[in-house]
């Protein structure tokens, strides 16, 4: 038998966002005092996204990347359902 992962539903909630034809975009991070500020939003609506649930999705493998970013630091900017 295999362990499961329970994926939080408010986890599910981004990526049925992007089912339903939103896509998840990452504003470019500042640093302020050592840290890292990210935010990300949904496209078309222009409404923010959970950073905590966009990021678990991501790590999950239930949003992928896009493949779009400019910089090396990241691997994409915009992030769709899987």
Known sequence: MTD???VPKRV??????CKRGQTVHLALPR???GET???YW???SG????VRSTEQAIHL?????A????????????????
Do not use: H, M
């Open 4 to 6: 499961e992962v329970k």
């Open 12 to 17: 599910l909630r981004v990526v049925d966002a």
């Open 31 to 33: 640093i302020t005092n």
């Open 37 to 39: 500020n990210r935010r």
């Open 42 to 44: 949904f496209e078309p």
């Open 47 to 50: 409404r923010p996204a959970p």
């Open 61 to 65: 493998g239930l949003l992928k990347p």
């Open 67 to 82: 493949g779009d970013t400019l910089f090396a630091a990241l691997d994409s900017q915009t992030f769709t359902a899987s």
